[in-house]
């Protein structure tokens, strides 16, 4: 079993920042692949970003390509999501979720690919 916590939530303004954390515990290894997801009132859930533990790039859905990043901290078992730029069509509730598949493209933020989702945290872009 593997449990995911979200955290970094936040109120920011149009044009600012805010990081992201996914601190996943159980048993997790370099085969696994992150997503970040987010949901807005009355919409479906969709895909932001996603990566292999084992490093390697980063892939991006075209909304966010060039203002957000992903990165791993593997030593604490915990992914982020950097947000730069952010815009009002940015507010959500923004989950992760992992599972233990290759993941490339598209396919790493694909909802359907997922095993395990965190409880999710607020951002709000003003």
């Known amino acids: 079993h593997v449990q995911l916590v979200e955290s970094g939530g936040g109120s920011v303004q149009a044009g600012g920042s805010l990081i992201l954390s996914c601190a996943a515990s159980g048993y997790i290894t370099s085969g696994y692949c992150i997503g970040w997801f987010r949901q807005a009132p009355g919409k479906e859930r969709e895909g932001v970003a996603g990566t292999g533990l084992s490093g390697g790039r980063g892939y991006y859905a075209d909304s966010v390509k060039g203002r957000f990043t992903i990165s791993q901290d593997n030593a604490k078992n915990t992914v982020y999501l950097q947000m730069n730029s952010q815009k009002p069509e940015d507010t959500a509730m923004y989950y992760c979720?992992?599972?233990?598949?290759?993941?490339?493209?598209?396919?790493?933020?694909?909802?359907?690919?997922?095993?395990?989702w965190g409880q999710g945290t607020q951002v709000t872009v003003s």
């Open positions: 979720a992992s599972r233990q598949f290759r993941c490339y493209g598209a396919t790493c933020f694909a909802r359907n690919a997922y095993q395990y």
